[in-house]
């Protein structure tokens, strides 16, 4: 029920984005979603990819600080308020999220977010029937 993401450490100044996505390009590893959180010092540079775990070996044996966690991907129809319907659910269970993001595939709104209760995520889209998708689902979207 949950996916792989990278979250790559990188200091904020030029080049250093640049060095991740070549590396990821000699690898030919297709990133599917990325975004970047940043502070004055770092970015985390968080990306959902085609195959995340040879990813985070290829980027850690070339020096590069990465970590490899689990979240959660649903996908929504798209249309107007889907996202704010999914989070209610979430949020009425008394869910918090840790962070979001979210972007269309193939016609689809999917919504990445990591919970401060996995146990808790995992019940609530179950019961509330929501639609989550696999790594598979995501390379075989793209």
Known sequence: MT???LSVFIENRAGTLVKVLKLL????IQII???????????????ICSEPLRACEELQQAGV?????????IELDNQPG???DAIEVFS?????L???????LNGKGILIFRTDDAEKARAAIEEHGLSYI?????????
């Open 3 to 5: 996916i792989h993401q």
């Open 25 to 28: 390009k000699q690898s030919e």
């Open 82 to 84: 889907r996202a704010a």
């Open 92 to 96: 009425k269970d008394g869910i918090g």
């Open 98 to 104: 840790t962070y979001m993001y979210s972007f269309l």
């Open 134 to 142: 696999t790594e598979d689902d995501l390379v075989e979207m793209k």
């Open 33 to 47: 979603a990325s975004t970047i959180a940043d502070t004055a010092e770092y970015g985390i540079y968080r990306l």
């Open 65 to 73: 600080a990465v970590a490899l966690s689990e979240v959660f991907a």
